[in-house]
């Protein structure tokens, strides 16, 4: 099976959701024989532990580091693309959000539900984003 991960949370720092994603990839480095994985990075998202494993192939996108909207455009517009002409099986989407629009089988991971439970305690931007 060809699996995708959405890393392009990863940057420069490091927050609970991004040592998650960090540590899921090299995990499965270790440890998954069978499957071969498409790591979806922006630059600068620094080394994930799994560069030397065959089995897996990061591809560095052209998203903006520090532009969320950017990132979320081309989540919804170009990832969907990419997943079929990549010949993707199944999606993780780590953080939180999936492209609306892809064919390919998603698996989304929430990490949390504040944005849901209590939107009054988070950025509007995040509440918002975080309801697609």
Not at 54 to 71: A, E
Not at 96 to 119: C, F, G, N, R, W
């Amino acid at each position: 099976m060809r699996i995708a991960i959405d890393a392009l949370l990863l940057g420069t720092r490091d927050s609970g959701v991004e040592v998650c994603i960090r540590h899921l990839v090299k995990a499965l480095a270790k440890v998954d024989e069978r499957n071969e994985y498409v790591i979806y990075v922006k630059r600068g998202a620094g080394a994930l532990g799994c560069e030397s494993n065959p089995r897996f192939r990061v591809v560095t996108t052209d998203v903006p580091s520090r532009v969320r909207t950017l990132r979320i455009l081309w989540e919804q517009a170009v990832l969907p693309k990419r997943l079929k002409s990549d010949g993707i099986d199944v999606l993780h989407a780590p953080g939180y959000v999936m492209p609306l629009q892809a064919e390919t089988p998603t698996v989304v991971t929430m990490h949390d539900l504040i944005t849901l439970t209590h939107p009054e305690l988070c950025k509007a931007a995040n509440a918002a984003h975080y309801r697609l």
